[in-house]
């Protein structure tokens, strides 16, 4: 099937299996760590939860440059041993704190600041080194099947982290994800160096963090694409704030409670990312319409009368978000040159992780002050403002106009037409090139598919 066609190959099944069991111990985490935050040492404070997620994605604003160049420059599968060993041990230390019962919230905002240091340098790399794990005409795909991988974790985690928390505490569940982190440590070991795709990698010198920018610069659609990730990342997507304070202030349920509608959005979710994975070349307009769907499908949430109806209106939510999310991913990684891939996915983490420090505490803040639906609110806005910036753009990239033609009838009236082709870098001379690139480096460097390894 074209939707599991990534599967076909050995490496990248080795590094699904892996990062799926790892992704279910971070997902157990973050919810065990949040309702710790916000159950156990804030007193339900939805403004700690943000100041939380604040400093574990901050470091991706002042990380990013130097942990592009360092996908760019380095060996991604040695940097991975690295990021994935310095998680465990964060890890093991907060579990170990807290099952002393010696934690307090300002260790958790230590714990939280370190790890988004470590993260900041493995998202890049982790990003970018699919890249060398199947062809290019086969990215776009491995990209939408991590999403779907992820959100799997999604669906499965928070429920069991829900379970174990309310059973026997938050420590237990950050002990359990150290053991996850073995998975993915053994899967990169499992994968033979020798059977990676060489990809180019930035020469040594002064200017190359520069060079990166200047590339996103002289790319307009990758621009566009990158504000519209920040608009959603900062305002669209603090899912766990709204969720956790619907569920605490607006339901008055437990960590089960909160945990379950963590799993029931990821339903949605994993459904978006297989969509994504079915279909071709990831596309503009499908960026935009997703992040439109999800603006209406938050302001339905924020409008649900109780528990049921809210759990309902998050599978909208979150297939249009991840449809969105993954398309954006696709797009900027497959119409990047592989030399820049690490740098400008560096770039494009920061802008949409980086955006949390503005957007948590806001969005907190929000929902203290006027009360968890105007919270979701947000997201809505959130959502409808970056489709508005994708229909400008669309029509001043492709320079369309809405032309009157009286002697047509009924809908036909009205027509949208081209004015001409723009003179800026579009989506079409974007595909254009990056086909060029893709060409180039098939002709030097072959598919290390499962015969290969034999």
């Given at each position: 099937?074209?939707?599991?066609?990534?599967?076909?190959?050995?490496?990248?099944?080795?590094?699904?299996?892996?990062?799926?069991?790892?992704?279910?111990?971070?997902?157990?985490?973050?919810?065990?760590?949040?309702?710790?935050?916000?159950?156990?040492?804030?007193?339900?404070?939805?403004?700690?939860?943000?100041?939380?997620?604040?400093?574990?994605?901050?470091?991706?604003?002042?990380?990013?440059?130097?942990?592009?160049?360092?996908?760019?420059?380095?060996?991604?599968r040695r940097l991975l041993v690295m990021t994935q060993s310095a998680m465990a041990v964060l890890s093991t230390g907060l579990g170990l704190l807290?099952?002393?019962?010696?934690?307090?919230?300002?260790?958790?905002?230590?714990?939280?600041?370190?790890?988004?240091?470590?993260?900041?340098?493995?998202?890049?790399?982790?990003?970018?080194?699919?890249?060398?794990?199947?062809?290019?005409?086969?990215?776009?795909?491995?990209?939408?099947?991590?999403?779907?991988?992820?959100?799997?974790?999604?669906?499965?985690g928070p429920a069991v982290a829900g379970v174990l928390t309310v059973a026997v505490g938050p420590g237990w569940v950050f002990m359990i994800n150290t053991l996850t982190f073995l998975a993915m440590l053994g899967?990169?070991?499992?994968?033979?160096?020798?059977?990676?795709?060489?990809?180019?990698r930035a020469a040594a010198g002064k200017g190359r963090i520069r060079e990166g920018l200047r590339y996103v610069r002289n790319r307009p659609d990758i621009v566009v694409v990158l504000v519209a990730i920040f608009i959603m990342g900062t305002f669209g997507l603090n899912f766990v704030l709204f969720i956790a304070a619907m569920?605490?202030?607006?339901?008055?349920?437990?960590?089960?409670?909160?945990?379950?509608?963590?799993?029931?959005?990821?339903?949605?979710?994993v459904a978006g990312a297989l969509l994504s994975a079915r279909r071709g070349r990831p596309r503009m307009r499908l960026i935009f319409a997703a992040a439109g769907g999800f603006g209406l499908a938050s302001g339905l949430a924020a409008l649900a009368p109780n528990y049921a109806m809210f759990a309902l209106a998050l599978i909208p939510c979150g297939l249009?978000?991840?449809?969105?999310?993954?398309?954006?991913?696709?797009?900027?990684?497959?119409?990047?040159?592989?030399?820049?891939?690490?740098?400008?996915?560096?770039?494009?983490?920061?802008?949409?992780?980086?955006?949390?420090?503005?957007?948590?505490?806001?969005?907190?803040?929000?929902?203290?002050?006027a009360g968890p639906r105007w919270a979701v609110g947000v997201a809505a806005v959130a959502g409808a403002s970056?489709?508005?910036?994708?229909?400008?753009?669309?029509?001043?990239?492709?320079?369309?106009?809405?032309?009157?033609?009286?002697?047509?009838?009924?809908?036909?009236?009205?027509?949208?037409?081209?004015?001409?082709a723009s003179g800026a870098v579009?989506?079409?001379?974007?595909?254009?090139?990056?086909?060029?690139?893709k060409e180039a480096s098939a002709a030097r460097d072959p598919l290390p598919d499962d015969a290969d390894q034999s």
């Open positions: 099937m074209s939707t599991f066609k990534s599967l076909g190959v050995l490496n990248y099944r080795i590094w699904f299996i892996g990062a799926l069991i790892s992704n279910i111990g971070t997902w157990m985490q973050r919810t065990a760590q949040d309702w710790l935050v916000f159950a156990h040492l804030s007193n339900h404070d939805a403004g700690a939860m943000g100041v939380t997620l604040a400093l574990q994605l901050g470091p991706q604003l002042f990380l990013a440059p130097w942990a592009g160049l360092l996908a760019d420059r380095y060996s991604r807290v099952l002393s019962g010696a934690a307090q919230l300002w260790h958790v905002y230590v714990f939280a600041l370190l790890l988004g240091v470590v993260s900041a340098l493995d998202a890049p790399v982790r990003q970018t080194f699919v890249s060398e794990l199947v062809k290019d005409d086969y990215l776009s795909n491995a990209v939408a099947l991590n999403s779907a991988s992820f959100n799997v974790a999604r669906m499965i899967a990169i070991r499992a994968i033979p160096l020798s059977s990676l795709r060489v990809q180019p569920v605490g202030t607006e339901f008055g349920m437990d960590a089960g409670a909160f945990g379950l509608l963590n799993s029931v959005m990821a339903i949605g979710s249009f978000a991840l449809t969105m999310i993954t398309s954006a991913n696709g797009y900027v990684q497959s119409t990047t040159e592989p030399v820049m891939r690490g740098r400008v996915m560096a770039l494009y983490m920061a802008i949409f992780m980086g955006g949390t420090p503005i957007g948590a505490p806001f969005v907190g803040w929000v929902s203290n002050v970056t489709a508005v910036v994708g229909i400008v753009w669309i029509i001043r990239a492709r320079q369309l106009r809405l032309r009157f033609d009286s002697s047509a009838r009924g809908i036909r009236f009205f027509r949208i037409e081209s004015q001409g579009n989506e079409a001379s974007a595909v254009k090139e990056a086909s060029a690139v």
